[in-house]
């Protein structure tokens, strides 16, 4: 009897072993990875609305005053289960990790993605601000740019978003304001270096990043270039 108990277990300790193997990948491949096809399915199906709504787009409503690349979420209620059976698997709306959005949205309206984890870090690092008082300034990097002293905020190490670009770890920067933001110019730079007509100073450059990629910049400043250097600069208006 004994002997019969303890290969039961034996056998039950296999089974969640391998069940917990197997379960984060299964996760990991439906939640958290980007997949193009996914995003070619979102695009037909916005297409498809468009046409069938006078060129209306299948977007949730937001303030003037809301950051370019986030601006023109979609709204998968209006486009599934009619032309699409339903949200991909890493969406948001479905689990996963990535927010949906279309930029250029009056003239070429193009399927694109972030990935909301890096809103997690910032909300995170803006309850520790909070806490503290004030943002813990360290250097300026620019005209009302500036990096934090982080251990100030109770982290042990410094918090990196990882970038969709370059598989790079970039800092966080804040503002005068209190505003966390993603610090996008190592990417920028690497762009910026394979590309023969550089854009004008003055104009911003954050577009360069999303031109060949399936995703945006969110949680971005807009940036544009040094003149004389090409290097990527924050953009004071």
């Known amino acids: 009897m004994k002997k019969a108990i303890n290969m039961f277990l034996l056998l039950l300790s296999c089974a969640l072993i391998l069940t917990g193997c197997m379960y984060p990948k299964e996760k990991l491949s439906q939640n958290q990875i980007a997949y193009k096809d996914q995003i070619q399915s979102v695009q037909s199906a916005v297409d498809q609305y468009r046409e069938a709504n006078g060129g209306l787009l299948p977007i949730k409503t937001k303030g003037q005053t809301t950051p370019i690349y986030q601006k023109y979420p979609i709204d998968f209620k209006k486009i599934a289960p009619e032309y699409m059976a339903e949200p991909p698997g890493n969406a948001f709306e479905s689990g996963?990790?990535?927010q949906y959005v279309i930029v250029d949205a009056e003239t070429d309206p193009k399927?694109?993605?972030?990935?909301?984890?890096i809103a997690e870090t910032i909300r995170d690092i803006n309850l520790r601000v909070k806490a503290h008082g004030f943002p813990p300034y360290k250097e300026q990097i620019a005209e009302n740019v500036y990096t934090m002293d982080f251990k100030k905020l109770g982290f042990k190490e410094?918090?990196?978003?990882?970038?969709?670009?370059?598989?790079q770890s970039l800092p966080y920067v804040v503002t005068g304001n209190a505003e966390v933001y993603v610090d996008y110019r190592v990417d920028l730079y690497k762009v910026l270096e394979n590309k023969k007509n550089k854009p004008e100073p003055g104009k911003d450059i954050r577009s360069l990043l999303v031109e060949?990629?399936?995703?945006?910049?969110?949680?971005?400043?807009?940036?544009?270039?040094?003149?004389?250097?090409?290097?990527?600069?924050?953009?004071?208006?």
């Open 111 to 117: 399927v694109k993605i972030f990935d909301l984890r």
């Open 96 to 98: 996963g990790v990535f």
């Open 158 to 167: 410094e918090p990196k978003a990882l970038s969709p670009y370059s598989g």
């Open 212 to 237: 060949d990629s399936d995703f945006v910049p969110a949680y971005s400043l807009p940036y544009t270039i040094e003149p004389g250097t090409n290097d990527p600069i924050f953009l004071v208006k």
